[in-house]
DNA sequence: CGCTACGTTGAGAACAATCAACCCCGGTGG
DNA sequence: CCACCGGGGTTGATTGTTCTCAACGTAGCG
């Protein structure tokens, strides 16, 4: 199979930010902010979000956070993928999410990050300092309440996982993990038949607690019966998808 | 080893409540309020809380909701333990948490239900219509703020959770579990030396994603080891909590 | 007083991990 | 310009941890 992952192919997960450079206010041409935070503000009031906001570009690979580091700021995802995880003493490493745009992150009760965030690919995020993000809560309930509402859709997202993590097979895992990319562009308004992969094996197999042997051998076991077909450039059509569904139930 | 659960010795989890029958206000007294949902409430307002919630005893292994249905009501433990469990369709199970007192259970995004609940051992909870208790967020900012921070909390030990079960060997799963158990203990000012382990070896499985049986031989290796004593009635003794502590890390 | 549920232990099987070789592609520097 | 190098992916052979199947003990309950 081709690289799975390379710049020109990931320009596809960019969501479109028209804005010209030094605009002062890169929420109100947010393409994402439907999906995100600010999708709880009018029109009239997300400059006050504006206010407050940076955006970064991120380089791929580049760090967002670490585990363990003073939590001041919390980010939003506005193009891209970031990747967030916890590792064991020995380098055992435990992804816990892959973030994509309108995608939350860095919410912490301890004042430390509890785990580590970084671009898969060129990517661009908004930041607030925690401080700031937190007046705004207050004076705006309705914020609140959608962040308790994308806490809550999280939540259960890491509850489905558990369920796959402890109980699912490698062959299940995948299945899963495809749909799940799959439902998430269509989320987005991306293509998500042939569906966008843009991590490696490697960053797949610490997602779904296996090996990047054992992916890459589900995937190449899922392309001979039929089931999926891999294309260049890191995208995987789901040929037969009710069947692919029916693997990731345990049916 | 003894039954790891029986009604006499679980009454060590029950916090105690003392009030008369029929009192109005369960919640002036109750014995957790300071780490459940009302913590954000002053004296003087719980009354309003008092006004919507019901107090409900529940009997060892009934079910409190199951996945799917419509999500009409949130509950607070009060005393015993609720375990969360999602299903796949073959019946393989996975425990998505064990619940104490104090902690919180039933947010949905969705209209339903994202898991099944049930009491492990007789317990109290109480309950409050949805609606209503949404209405009382919108009321009292401070209580939706509570609730986003437990949510929070919840989250992060999702994440530990992931964490555990996509890399940790049966080794390292138990010995979290118990110090898990312990801390928690601790929190609520119960013993968490010998910690008491009121679920069964299968719920534990299903938890950590081992069998019933991988559970018990690690249980004994751990015990002939010297790191750990089973006690009668299902409490456990951390003799060697430092290296329990190292185990869990991975070291 | 047997029955059932739970816990323990053993033997063997199986799924995924590990160790290893190889390919392909892209980038780099001689 | 092309050979080298490194990262990612695939595939094979073997190992090993955990699962499965099975037997048995014990405690509590009807």
Redesign the pocket.
Known sequence: ??????IKSFSQLRAAVPRAGGMPSPCAACSVRHLALCAAMEENEVHEVAAIVTTLEISSGQPLFDEGEPAVHVFNVTSGAVKVYKLLVDGRRQMTGFLFPGDFLGLANDETYAYSAEAVGASTVCRFPRGKLEALLTKYPKMERRLLNMASHELAAAQEQMLLLGRK???EKIASFLLMLSRRAAQRELPDDPVFVPM???DI?DYL?????????T??DLKSTGIIE?LPAGKVRLARRQHLQEIAEGA
Chains 1, 2 share one sequence.
């Open positions: 199979m081709a690289a799975m992952f390379d097979t490698a062959r490696s094996r490697n197999g607690g296996l090996t990047t042997e054992t992916v890459s051998r995937f190449s891999l």
